[in-house]
C-alpha cells in the first residue's frame, strides 16, 4: 500500500471500484481488516483481527469510492470511532484484506455498527464477494 493511505501519510482511505455486481444487489458493505497484529495487540484488546474500515448500505447504484471520501454508513472501527484509520504496523510487514460483499438487503443497523453486527446482519444476504490484499511495512529513519 502507498504510503499515503497510513499513519506515515495522510491517512486517507484510498479509491476504490469495482463492477459486475450481481443481479439483486441492493447495498454493499466493505470491511478493511489486517489479521497480522502482534500478539501484545490481540491479548491487549481481546481481538483477532484490527479492523480499519467498516461500511455498510453503500447503494447499489455506487461502484467507486473516491480517495478520503466515506459511502455508505460508517461502521466502527476498531478504535471504537467510526471512519478509516490507515495501516501503522509497529513490527513488520502486515497484509491489509478489503473485503467487498455484494447483498441483496439494506442492513437494519446505525451508524457506528460494530463489526460483529454487522456481520451478523449480513448473514444470509451474501451475494458475492470479492477481495483485495495490500501490504505495508513501515520505513525506518536513519539519523
Request: hydrophobic share 35%.
Amino acid at each position: 500500500m502507498p504510503a499515503l493511505f497510513t499513519c506515515d501519510g495522510d491517512n486517507t482511505s484510498p479509491s476504490l471500484e469495482w463492477s459486475d455486481m450481481p443481479a439483486g444487489t441492493q447495498s454493499f458493505a466493505l470491511i478493511v481488516d489486517d489479521p497480522d497484529i502482534p500478539d501484545f495487540v490481540k491479548d491487549k484488546m481481546g481481538i483477532e483481527v484490527f479492523d480499519h474500515w467498516v461500511l455498510f448500505n453503500i447503494p447499489s447504484s455506487i461502484s467507486k469510492i473516491d480517495r478520503g471520501v466515506s459511502v455508505g454508513v460508517q461502521g466502527a472501527n476498531t478504535t471504537g470511532k467510526p471512519g478509516y484509520t490507515g495501516p501503522c504496523p509497529p513490527d513488520r510487514e502486515h497484509r491489509y484484506f478489503f473485503k467487498l460483499y455484494a447483498l441483496d438487503a439494506m442492513l437494519d443497523l446505525s451508524a457506528g455498527a460494530s463489526r460483529a453486527e454487522i456481520e451478523s446482519a449480513m448473514a444470509g444476504h451474501v451475494l458475492e464477494q470479492a477481495s483485495l490484499l495490500g501490504r505495508y511495512e513501515r520505513q525506518t529513519k536513519g539519523i
